[in-house]
């Protein structure tokens, strides 16, 4: 049987630290609900706003499979493997942190914000030596289609991650149908509402709801505005 879950956009976590305007759709940090804990590996799903010149400070992670997707603006990335890299609007970056890492997060313009979705998978293999990756991709791919950002293939389409997961990005004229079909039994999708309004399988969906979606083949996507679209394509177990 078909189940779904419905997380609206105004009943997430919200976190105003200033230089830090923070949405969580899973508990994080002081923000804990029992029934918003998960959805299958899929663990944090954080919708951050960075003030100008602002950002996080050296912190660690280990056994975690950590995906960034900046929506507007830049970030500026440093960990303890060597890397220091800014990632645009376009770029997806993935850090396995596996046995552990240290990175800092900020924005390097004094003159404007940067937007980001952060999200956290569980990793299907543990103590991992860590990993770093950022990509570049055409986002004219994404127009009117669903483009492939992430997989558990280093030779697929996008970044690659320790988990049997497929994330997908699409930028939707209004009127535009889609179907996805999903890519193992085991897996649910997660949808997550970037901007505009969509209806999927019959549910209405507006900008930062979304829509958790189990024991389903394929799921159809009409956007009834102009809209763009993450789908989370993760194991449940």
Do not use: C
Not at 139 to 150: A, E, M, S, Y
């Amino acid at each position: 049987m078909k189940n779904t879950v419905l997380h609206k956009a105004n009943e997430r976590g919200h976190a105003d630290h200033g230089w830090l305007n923070a949405y969580h759709s899973f508990s994080f940090a002081n923000w804990y609900n029992p029934d918003k804990v998960q959805f299958g590996v899929l663990r944090v799903l954080n919708d951050d706003t960075v003030a100008a010149g602002m950002g996080f400070g050296t912190h660690p992670h280990d056994n975690m499979e950590i995906i960034t997707i900046p929506l507007e603006g830049d970030l500026a990335h440093k960990d303890s493997m060597g890397n220091e890299e800014i990632i645009k609007f376009g770029d997806v970056q993935v850090m396995s942190a596996g046995t552990g890492i240290r990175h800092s997060e900020f924005n390097p313009n004094e003159d404007k914000r940067t937007k980001l979705l952060q999200i956290w998978l569980f990793p299907n293999k543990r103590n991992v030596e860590p990993r770093y990756q950022q990509i570049t991709l055409d986002v004219k791919d994404r127009q009117n289609k669903l483009q492939q950002i992430l997989s558990p293939n280093p030779e697929d389409a996008g970044v690659w991650i320790h988990q049997d997961a497929w994330f997908h990005m699409g930028k939707f004229e209004k009127g535009i149908t889609e179907t996805y079909t999903v890519k193992r039994n085991e897996n649910g999708v997660y949808a997550f509402i970037i901007s505009g309004t969509v209806t999927i399988n019959g549910q209405t969906l507006e900008t930062r709801d979304a829509l958790g979606i189990t024991n389903t083949e394929k799921m159809e996507i009409t956007a009834t505005s102009d809209a763009e679209i993450l789908l989370m394509d993760v194991p449940m177990e």
